[in-house]
């Protein structure tokens, strides 16, 4: 049933804080995620511990901006500590222990290279985060392709991310994707844009079986910056899609599902949609599927 989200949200600072962060909360829980299983899957502690301590006190500082702006200036610092971390680990294992190793090793450096960028996506974003300014659409799609190869490496071979339906079959997830705009090499949009396209389809991924199927379109037509984002994943029942887009909400046909996102990335594009006198759709059925739409009237101002 396809219902428009028009109730307010409100936030205190922390939950402002955590939402803004959302991105980059999500990535270091991927990196600590993936220590604990190599901290399992061999047996050893020394050194993990260490870089698990480093990880977490970044992600704790995420919630103060001077300590975040910080953390920022000093990334190159922070990838290589724990690279440093990671290789003494290494030394002290067994020649067994060294295919888990290495399977673990290279799915974290993937996922200290998108860190990365997404720190340098906000900070080149701090005085235009909001602003309508150019962006080249061949960069974005090859941005999407980074973050789709990271996603399906961290997968450890579970599954593929294709873009055709002659790759398509029962072990991967077939992504469709089209941004487009009258001018046909760049579309004008807020950075944040960006972030909120991202998520959704994120969502949509993790909700969805794998041998699914998503599209997603990101289009400026001169008046309209529309967002679409399409999966054939489990649905949210009827009389809970109003409330998705809380803080921290999840419908109850996902709560058994283990994520290893904070359920935010609705509740970032809303507030976005919102922010921008934007129109905000969700359309969904259980079992069938879920299409979430964005409507942001362009700012010819600028």
Known sequence: MKKEIIHPIVLDSSQQSILDMHSLLNILNIIVSELYILQINTFFDNEIKEALELNQSFAKDMYIKKARLKRFSMIDDFIKQNISHLEKFKEQLPNDKL????????????????LKTRISEIMNRFDSEERWIPHNISQLMTNFADVFAAIEKNSKGRYKIVYSNEEHDDNSYLVDLKIQSGDSEVIYMPPVIQDVFRDLIANARKYTEIGGKISATLINDGDNLTIEVK???????????????????????????????????????????????????IDSKIGQGTLVKIEIPVNKDE
């Open 99 to 114: 295919e888990v190793y290495e399977s673990s090793n290279s799915n974290l450096h993937s996922v200290f290279g998108i």
């Open 231 to 281: 999966d054939t994943g489990v649905g949210i029942p009827d009389e809970q899609i109003d409330l998705v887009v809380d803080f921290g909400y999840r419908a109850d046909n996902v709560l058994h599902l283990q994520t290893r996102g904070g359920g935010f990335g609705l509740t970032k594009a809303y507030q976005i949609c919102k922010k921008n006198n934007g129109r905000f759709w």
